[in-house]
């Protein structure tokens, strides 16, 4: 049991969309140690505001596991997989997990750019109408212009995208 106490690294997950909140939830019911970051902000509605929690990451969750029991996350809906990074299992280190509690302790807005996409880049799509697609970025606006392959016909389409519904593929 000691061993595998010292066996434990922070992996992250990646959720489905809106999920991070619920796949938290359930992990903790089957006593898997997690970190859903959330940050209250004010948010306003056509007749009241409210505070409410919102992910700081929008689809990554954090969890404490030893290798040997990494397959048990995958009971959980929601979950899509492990986060990996040039083909390695990506492990984030105590201390930058403490630094993610800090900013979300924090009373002020908080704004996570996640990853920096550049001309080039490859990408999912992660929510909108084009979920499920790649892409690849072909300006570097806040909205981005995404370059959708149809390689049967040799063309492509082009559409707007919010920054926020894609993701960098790391090969």
């Not at 992910?55 to 954090?62: D, G, K, N």
């Not at 990074?85 to 930058?96: A, C, F, R, V």
Request: charged share 25%; proline share 3%.
């Amino acid at each position: 049991m000691t061993l595998d106490l010292h066996n434990k690294k922070w992996h992250v997950l990646v959720t489905h969309p809106r999920a991070a909140k619920k796949v938290g939830m359930r992990l903790s019911e089957v006593e898997i140690e997690n970190f859903v970051p959330l940050q209250k902000q004010l948010r306003q509605w056509h007749d009241r505001k409210k505070w409410v929690d919102v992910p700081l990451f929008s689809y990554y969750i954090f969890v404490y596991i030893s290798t040997k029991k990494r397959h048990e996350v995958f009971q959980i809906m929601g979950i899509t997989k492990f986060l990996s990074i040039d083909g390695k299992l990506s492990t984030i280190p105590t201390e930058e997990i403490e630094r993610i509690k800090r900013l979300c302790s924090y009373a002020g807005k908080v704004k996570v750019e996640q990853g920096i996409l550049n001309i080039g880049d490859e990408v999912d799509i992660m929510e909108g109408h084009f979920i499920g697609l790649r892409g690849q970025v072909i300006n570097s606006n806040d909205n981005k212009k995404i370059r959708i392959s149809i390689p049967s016909l040799n063309c492509s389409a082009t559409v707007l995208l919010d920054k926020n519904n894609v993701q960098k593929i790391f090969v």
